[in-house]
């Protein structure tokens, strides 16, 4: 190691420095996210997961005693579904109606 690759006294306070200016460029880029798209975000998420618990529905119905599609497009599209199956069945058994909350239920 030469005396050029070490880094000098001088150096020390300058690398504390672009930490810390690091640090606050993160924090800063963190608070614009919550205030202008965060809400955004979260309602997208939302609704996707919304709109995929109806596919499933109207694809897999039959599994819960809702056939609604032939079965032939049902086997066509169950490999790509078999791993949101599990999830999807939980979803489905802690969904709550209005009557289930009105009357005591929820």
Known sequence: MTDYDRPTEDA???HALQRTLRQI???LKDFWYGMTYF???M???KE???LEHLFMLISFGDLIGLPILPPYY???LLPFIVPLLQ???RRLLREKDLTDIVGGGG
């Open 12 to 14: 020390k306070p300058i």
């Open 25 to 27: 460029s993160l924090h």
């Open 39 to 41: 809400e955004m975000d």
């Open 43 to 45: 309602t997208l998420r």
């Open 48 to 50: 996707k997961s919304e």
């Open 74 to 76: 049902s086997l066509r």
């Open 87 to 89: 999830n999807w069945k």
